[in-house]
């Protein structure tokens, strides 16, 4: 079932990376999806974690500078503050716009669920050096996220101001395009890019490293050879990609795939990982049914049309929280040994 979590995510940046090609080279979208899923699996097959690490750092830097270069000029370009404020309407200012607060938690929630929980971003902090690495990669994390997403943000309602009849969903897109001068677009485009890349290639890693470490070599064969995990894990990768590729097919919106995705992740995988960090009560049972009850209920739902418009990540999330926390109860409590590790502090800790 989490596998399913994961390649949702890289099938939303697959769509996406074939909306930037589409823009760049008018090819068909469907193409762009194609060439996107080609490069994304096979660069993460060569690179592996390391690399992959390395590059983020890179793409990391091409994004904000991307971002920051990208707004002056669009302002520019929109008359200004003022002329821009004069041309939108007034719920572009407001918090919630014209959304009510249930509707827009039903799109904040998927996104906040997702990062809370996002697998990539551990498994960088346990890769860290030291633990004041670690600290500090968690502090630069949420700092960048706050000010790369405000940018992004901003620069959608500049530039919607701009081309007032664009598809929301293509407005950045159009902006970078033809509302900023070509160096500077070929930037953004790069820092667009970047985004998808990085975000693509830790949903393929991990899923990947999971399943080759801890199913085939933990209960399979745990004697396999480093050569062979590294092998097996390529081929995980691949056949990752290409599930992710199958469902690229479901949805022909942007907005709706990412909104499947992140929900499909954030209540499914969010809920059991903080659980394991902040409840000694919870327990491998209420965990896996968590996991189970969360994505199913977000299948269903999406197949059923959301009913009473009631966004999926309401039943979806109740239905994880339940089971993580009632099966979790009426099962038996972790050994101590489990739990250790998490709660207990050393002795050096301690003085």
Known sequence: M?????????????????????????ISVDQGIIITAVFVIGYTVLAGLISVAYTDVV????????LFIALPFLLKNAGGWSEMVARLPETHFEPLGNMTVFEALGYSLPTMLLLLG?????QRFFSAKDEATARRSVIGWIAGTIVIETLIVVIAIVGSSIFMDID??????HSVKHG???AVGCICLAAIVAVIVSTADSFLLVPATNIIRDIYQR????????????????ITVVLLGVFAFVQVRFFTRVLEMALYAYTMYGVGITPA?????????????????????????TIIWEILGNPLNIPTIYPALFSSLFCLVVISLIKERPPEERLR?????????AL
């Open 168 to 173: 929301s969903e293509m407005v950045i897109l």
């Open 118 to 122: 996002e697998s990539g971003m551990y």
């Open 2 to 26: 989490t596998v399913i979590a994961y390649t949702a995510i890289v099938s939303y940046q697959f769509r996406a990376g074939g909306m930037v090609l589409n823009l760049i080279t008018g």
């Open 59 to 66: 793409n990391g830097i091409i994004m904000v500078i991307g």
């Open 273 to 297: 990982v903080l659980a394991a960090f902040l409840w000694k009560r919870a327990n491998a049972y209420g965990g896996v049914s968590s996991i189970a009850a969360g994505m199913s209920m």
């Open 180 to 182: 900023l001068p070509v």
């Open 219 to 234: 209960f399979i064969n745990p004697n396999a050879s480093q050569k062979r995990i590294v092998l097996y894990s390529r």
């Open 341 to 349: 590790p998490f709660y207990v502090k050393t002795s050096n800790e």
